[in-house]
Structures are given as structure tokens and as C-alpha cells.
């Protein structure tokens, strides 16, 4: 049973922006913190933004930071990656993640700490 699916992904031109959505059940939704993580082609995933279940907290890979912006609405169990300002070393599957209930407002910044994983969602930024 698919409970995480992302979308949003696609081909854009360096300097571009795309926003990823990543619609959850409501079951592995409310009360976690999420995240997103990448993974490029020959490497690690690697951890790119998080927040808590709140949306009081965010946190980024020092990478992505003043670019992406991760948002959540918990109305309709959906959160966001709005990126920005694109570049060639952004390009990688990205996925959604939720880790089990935490209702801290302390957002994990590695994998060990999610268990529920979206299938994933491609982006590729030309130069």
C-alpha cells in the first residue's frame, strides 16, 4: 500500500525553479516530522530539508539553503519542497519521508531516522 507519493519532478533549466509535493495517508501524516532527501546517480542519499510535525521547525542541508523552502499543510496531509534557483548538482531522485510519531519539534536531518519512504520523484537540471 502506497502511503507516500511524491510528485512535482522534471526537466529544468539552471537558474529554474520546480516545487515537489509529497501527499501522504493520513495515517503516516499527522503527529511526524518529514523530510526530503535526494539521491544523485553513484552517490549517498543525502538529506536536503526537514520539519516537524508542527511546521514550527525546519531544517537544510547547508546546499539547498536560501533556495528551497519546505512547507506542510496539515489540512491536506501534503508537504512541499519549493525550489528555487536550480543548478546542474541539484539533479537527483528525490524522495519524501516520515518518520513514525514525534510530536517534538526537533527535525531529524538523517535517513536512520524515517521509516516510511515515497517511491521518489526525478529532477534534472540542465546547464
Known amino acids: 500500500q502506497v502511503q507516500l507519493v511524491e510528485s512535482g519532478g522534471g526537466l529544468v533549466q539552471a537558474g529554474g525553479s520546480l516545487r515537489l509535493s509529497c501527499a501522504a495517508a493520513?495515517?503516516?501524516?499527522?503527529?511526524?516530522?518529514m523530510g526530503w532527501f535526494r539521491q544523485a546517480p553513484g552517490k549517498e542519499r543525502e538529506f536536503v530539508a526537514g520539519i516537524s510535525w508542527s511546521g514550527t521547525s525546519t531544517s537544510y542541508a547547508d546546499s539547498v539553503k536560501g533556495r528551497f523552502t519546505i512547507t506542510r499543510d496539515n489540512a491536506k496531509n501534503t508537504m512541499y519542497l519549493q525550489m528555487n534557483s536550480l543548478k546542474a548538482e541539484d539533479t537527483a531522485d528525490y524522495y519524501c519521508?516520515?518518520?513514525?510519531?514525534?510530536?517534538?519539534?526537533?527535525?531529524?536531518?538523517?535517513?536512520?531516522?524515517?521509516?516510511?519512504w515515497g517511491q521518489g520523484t526525478q529532477v534534472t537540471v540542465s546547464a
Open positions: 493520513l495515517g503516516i501524516f499527522r503527529y511526524r516530522a
Open positions: 519521508a516520515a518518520t513514525n510519531t514525534d510530536v517534538t519539534d526537533v527535525v531529524p536531518i538523517t535517513s536512520q531516522r524515517y521509516d516510511h
